[in-house]
Every structure is written in C-alpha cells, then in structure tokens.
C-alpha cells in the first residue's frame, strides 16, 4: 500500500500508542550505549548505537567505531523511532484490532526488525491468525554475521516476549472454539 493510500485509510488501530510500561521495557532490554559498536562484536553484525538503534548494516567503519553519542541523542532517536514503529504498525495492522499488549509487542518487532523484518508477521495478524503470527516471530531470532545466517542469542528471550500476546489470544481463540462443539 502507498504510503499516501496508507495515510487515508482509518485503521482498527489508529487511536494505539505504545504503553509506557512497554517502553520501559524495551530501554532495559536495548541497553543505552553513548558510542557506535558492531552489534555481534568486533566486525561483525550491524552498525548500532545507543538503544539499539540501527545506524547501518554491515559493521560499523574505521570512523564510526567508538564515535560517541549523548544521552540526549539517544532520547531523541528512541523516541522518533518508536513513533515510527508506531505508524508502521497502524499502517499494515487496519482490519484486527489489537490489544494493548499485542499493539506494544508489533511495536517491539518492528523497533528491532523494521517493517519489512516484520511484514510477513503484520499480514498474519491482520488476517486473525495469531498463532501463525507468534509462530513468525518465534522463529525470527537469526541476524546474517559475514554472510552467514547465526541464531543471535539475545533475540530468543525478546522474541518469546513479543509472542507471548498472540499465543495467549490463539489459546482463547482454540478454547472458544473447542466449547462451542
């Protein structure tokens, strides 16, 4: 959808901002770092600085590494790029509407993956499939090091949690479905 179509389209989630509590728990997560560091360490992975924030794929340059950044900067972006997780996630989720917890994890997702990482995930969510969309995101918990596809281990705890809030709706969906037989 064109982002100008996107723009006029009113959403089932259109009036959803991530919680506070959400927020909280992705800085904690993230972890604030003030320089510019290759997230698998030394060379490898993805150019990032402060809340994880993705500077660029592909390690960090001879003159990024170590340049340093304050905590108002790191503020300011995590801010800016959770709202434009926001938009993203009201953007492709417009038919299903989401729970607090379901709205914060796609929020998560999207922060960590971007919108095409977390596409496949938006449109199962958007057709009802819960449990095919906890299932997506449980197994997105690999980053390309070198070329190479390597489970990042960090992503595995992150990833349970953002599906955490769709298996619990596709259990109720399943237990619903299973009483009216």
């Known amino acids: 959808m064109g982002q100008a179509a996107s723009r006029k389209a009113a959403g089932a989630n259109d009036k959803l901002s991530m919680s506070g509590e959400a927020k909280k728990r992705m800085r904690r997560r993230e972890v604030d770092v003030y320089n510019y560091y290759d997230d698998m360490g030394p060379g490898q992975g993805n150019c990032t600085w402060g809340a994880g924030i993705l500077a660029h794929r592909g390690p960090c340059t001879k003159e990024e590494s170590g340049k340093t950044v304050s905590q108002a900067e790191v503020d300011a972006e995590f801010s800016r790029r959770v709202?434009?997780?926001?938009?993203?996630?009201?953007?492709?989720?417009?038919?299903?509407?989401?729970?607090?917890?379901?709205?914060?994890?796609?929020?998560?997702?999207?922060?960590?993956?971007?919108?095409?990482?977390?596409?496949?995930?938006?449109?199962?969510?958007?057709?009802?499939?819960?449990?095919?969309?906890?299932?997506?995101?449980?197994?997105?918990?690999?980053?390309?090091?070198?070329?190479?596809?390597?489970?990042?281990?960090?992503?595995?705890?992150?990833?349970?949690?953002?599906?955490?809030?769709?298996l619990a709706t596709a259990e109720g969906q399943t237990t619903v479905q299973a009483g009216q037989k």
């Open 83 to 166: 709202a434009h997780a926001e938009r993203i996630v009201r953007i492709n989720v417009t038919t299903q509407s989401l729970n607090q917890d379901q709205f914060d994890a796609l929020v998560s997702l999207t922060y960590n993956a971007g919108e095409r990482g977390a596409s496949g995930t938006f449109d199962l969510v958007d057709a009802g499939d819960m449990k095919g969309a906890a299932a997506n995101i449980s197994k997105m918990v690999k980053t390309k090091v070198k070329g190479k596809l390597v489970v990042a281990r960090g992503l595995i705890p992150r990833r349970k949690e953002e599906a955490a809030p769709f």
